[in-house]
Each structure stands twice: as structure tokens, then as C-alpha cells.
């Protein structure tokens, strides 16, 4: 079965600070990654998009990695700003097909 | 339109009855999905379009539940019987293309449904 699997589930960190996203998934054919962050109330908004070829790619305060032959990748957060408070959803595209989502990290930034 | 757009925004419906959600994609894009969220949960796939055909309707839960894009823009969700497990939020995307490559897929802000 496709899957995307998040960690963590959700995170509280303050403002300023530094912070991690990680996203394994099993999907195959693997065609790109893509990291999206919802507010609540909102629809997804995507930050970026990977390809297999890709290792990392930038937006910003927001950083993406992919390891593409362990199935792995994450998103650091640099300074984390009150309005980083949001949902962030690793999601995996397997060719000409729908996008797999994954459940979310909810991340809160505290003053 | 400027992006996806999604009517109503909210809809509170009584157990049993018929609803209509609509999505009006962003002008040419090709490509037309609904997700189905429910609180906490990431997106789930419903249904996918290629065009005025529904190349994907695989995540639809059961027969119920109905999409059609009769004119390869606007796009109609249609849910019969409504239970109170159908409340979620009902997210709409559209793309250029495809997803397989680089496409971006742009969001609606969701239609909350509420199923009494």
C-alpha cells in the first residue's frame, strides 16, 4: 500500500527557534515530493516540489531535503515566525496519478 | 479566476438528505481532484479529472458519492443519503496537467461539511 508516514505527529517550539519535519513514505513509483503548509481553515499551499534527481531545494526559511533511495525527507523550519503555526504535509505524486498525503505535523511557534 | 474557488463555504446539512459542493478550477487547468478532510487527518484521494472524463474515482467511499465535469471546468461533488460520517472538509485542486511531474496543484479553502 502507497503510504506517507509523518513525524512528528506535532511539535511546540518558540519563536526563533529551529525545527525538523520528517516524512518516510513507501510509494512507488516514486515521481516527486512536495511539502505543503495548511493553516486551519485553510487549503493546502504548497512550498516545494522534488523530483528524485533532487536532493534539496529552498523557500525561503523553509529547506527541503530528499533521499530518494532510503525514502526520506524533511523540512527545516529556520527562526520559526508565529505565522510558521500550521500544518505541514509531506505529500508523494506516483506518476500520472493522484498525490498521496500524508497525515500532517501540526506545528505550533510560542512566544 | 485569480485561484480555486469553492461554494459554499459551509454546509450544514440534516442526516439523510442530498448536497452539492462545487469547485470552479483555476481557467485551463486541465486537472481536477477532490480530497476529503477529516480533523486531524491529512488529505484523502476521492476523485481525479482529466478533462471532462474522471480519470481516477477510486477514492470515492461508496456509490453514494458522485462528481461530474460536464464542461471540463467547473466541477460538481454530489453526495446522496448523507450520513453523519460524510462531515469533513471537502478540499478541491486543480493543475495544469497532471501530477506526475512538476505540476503545481493549487487549493481550494475546502467546503466544511456538516452532516446533522
Known amino acids: 500500500k502507497n503510504q506517507v508516514e509523518q513525524s512528528p505527529q506535532s511539535l511546540i517550539i518558540l519563536e526563533g527557534k529551529n525545527c525538523t519535519l520528517q516524512c518516510n513514505y513507501t510509494v512507488s513509483p516514486f515521481s516527486n515530493l512536495r511539502w505543503y503548509k495548511q493553516d486551519t481553515g485553510r487549503g493546502p499551499v504548497s512550498l516545494t516540489i522534488?523530483?528524485?534527481?533532487?536532493n534539496t531545494k529552498s523557500n525561503g526559511r523553509y529547506t527541503a531535503t530528499l533521499d530518494a533511495d532510503t525514502k526520506q525527507s524533511s523540512l527545516h523550519i529556520t527562526a520559526s515566525q508565529l505565522s510558521d503555526s500550521a500544518s505541514y504535509i509531506c505529500?508523494?505524486?506516483?506518476?500520472?496519478?493522484?498525490?498521496?498525503f500524508g497525515k500532517g505535523t501540526r506545528l505550533s511557534v510560542i512566544a | 479566476g485569480a485561484g480555486v474557488s469553492q461554494t459554499p463555504s459551509n454546509k450544514v446539512t440534516e442526516k439523510g438528505k442530498y448536497v452539492e459542493l462545487r469547485c470552479d478550477p483555476i481557467?485551463?487547468?486541465?486537472?481536477l481532484y477532490w480530497y476529503r478532510q477529516s480533523l486531524g487527518q491529512g488529505p484523502e484521494f476521492l476523485i481525479y479529472f482529466q478533462g471532462t472524463g474522471a480519470a481516477d474515482d477510486s477514492g470515492l467511499p461508496n456509490d453514494r458519492f458522485f462528481a461530474v465535469r460536464p464542461e471540463g471546468s467547473v466541477s460538481t461533488l454530489k453526495i446522496q443519503r448523507t450520513e453523519r460520517g460524510d462531515s469533513a472538509v471537502y478540499l478541491c485542486?486543480?493543475?495544469?496537467?497532471?501530477?506526475?511531474?512538476?505540476?503545481?496543484?493549487?487549493f481550494g479553502q475546502g467546503t466544511r461539511l456538516t452532516v446533522v
Open positions: 505529500v508523494v505524486g506516483k506518476g500520472n496519478t493522484p498525490l498521496v
Open positions: 481557467s485551463g487547468h486541465t486537472a
Open positions: 522534488m523530483t528524485f534527481s533532487e
Open positions: 485542486a486543480s493543475s495544469l496537467s497532471g501530477t506526475g511531474f512538476n505540476t503545481e496543484a493549487f
